[in-house]
């Protein structure tokens, strides 16, 4: 693998995990402002273009797994 292609690699990853985190806590939390800021943030760098130049994977597809996958671990 490429260097180039193991930080675009990483730096997705990195933008998964901060996801699924402010997701739970904004599950938890609804009505805080802050939580609802990161997702919101979050969901935009999936449909932005700098996340199409890091990979090919579908970003809603990507959310889609994400928030099913946070929803099961916050209603267990």
Known sequence: MEPYQALANAIVELAVKDYKKALKQHFRFPNNKDYANEVASLERF???GWYG??????GEVLM?????????????
């Open 64 to 76: 889609t797994g994400v928030r099913r996958m946070v929803r099961q671990e916050v209603a267990a």
């Open 53 to 58: 130049m890091l990979t090919n994977l579908d």
């Open 46 to 48: 999936f449909r932005s």
